[in-house]
């Protein structure tokens, strides 16, 4: 059965301080994993897509990397403004999306 | 990113009412369309997928009579929640992808629905 597990469910940082958002997950047939951010009252929105194990990318300052297990969403020097819930999504042959429950982000100032 | 849009962004109602939720790709050709609906601090529930021109198939769940889902055009998906009550309150969020099954799926900014 897909699965999708993302720690920690709170995350609250300081800002500048750095750290990582953890997406563990078991998909049949990988069609990409994504990352979504999603503010209080809105829809996802569009952050990565990775499709290989090792594949890397960057926006600013979030860095998604991907093993064949897990997927990691670094983030360098925080600010408030990042402060938000962040959704891991595999796709697997049944072309849907599974969702975690999601990483909630809050970055002081 | 392509722009997905929902309308309306809320909406309240009566009992027994039936509601009308718009979801529009505005920038590309949305050949599958999908429904979810998300309950405060839980994460997105699928609720079903619909292919332009298509019946939608809907989530082990999901009442298709209550939920009616319309996929006429390629950049056009409506959810219709018939005879609406108040465990129906919920946000709709709709979400688009293109014809390729790796595609990336982008998100409308939802609909508020509170059913009195």
């Known amino acids: 059965e897909d699965q999708v597990t993302q720690s920690p469910e709170a995350l609250r940082l300081q800002e500048g301080e750095s750290s990582s958002l953890n997406c563990s997950y078991t998909?049949?047939?990988?069609?990409?994993l994504f990352w979504y951010r999603q503010d209080p009252g809105k829809g996802p929105e569009f952050l990565f897509t990775?499709?290989?194990a090792g594949e890397e990318k960057e926006k600013e300052r979030l860095k998604a990397t991907l093993t064949k297990k897990e997927s990691f969403l670094h983030i360098t020097a925080p600010k408030p403004e990042d402060s938000a819930t962040y959704l891991c999504?595999?796709?697997?042959?049944?072309?849907?999306?599974?969702f975690g429950q999601g990483t909630t982000l809050q970055v002081k100032p | 990113g392509a722009v997905v849009s929902q309308h309306p962004s809320w909406v309240i109602c009566k009992s027994g009412t039936s509601v009308k939720i718009e979801c529009r790709s505005l920038?590309?050709?949305?050949?599958?369309m999908f429904w979810y609906r998300q309950f405060p601090k839980q994460s997105l529930m699928l609720m079903a997928t619909?292919?332009?021109?298509?019946?939608?198939?809907?989530e082990q769940g999901v009442e298709k009579d209550k939920f009616l889902i319309n996929h006429a055009s390629l950049t056009l998906s409506t959810l219709t929640v018939t005879s609406a009550h108040p465990e129906d309150s919920s946000f709709y969020i709709c979400?688009?992808?293109?014809?390729?099954?790796?595609?990336?799926?982008?998100f409308g900014p939802g609909t508020r629905l509170t059913v009195l």
């Open positions: 979400s688009a992808r293109g014809e390729q099954s790796t595609d990336t799926q982008y």
């Open positions: 998909v049949s047939g990988l069609r990409g």
């Open positions: 990775l499709y290989s």
């Open positions: 999504a595999p796709r697997g042959n049944t072309g849907k999306l599974i």
């Open positions: 920038d590309f050709q949305a050949t599958t």
């Open positions: 619909s292919n332009e021109g298509s019946k939608a198939t809907y």
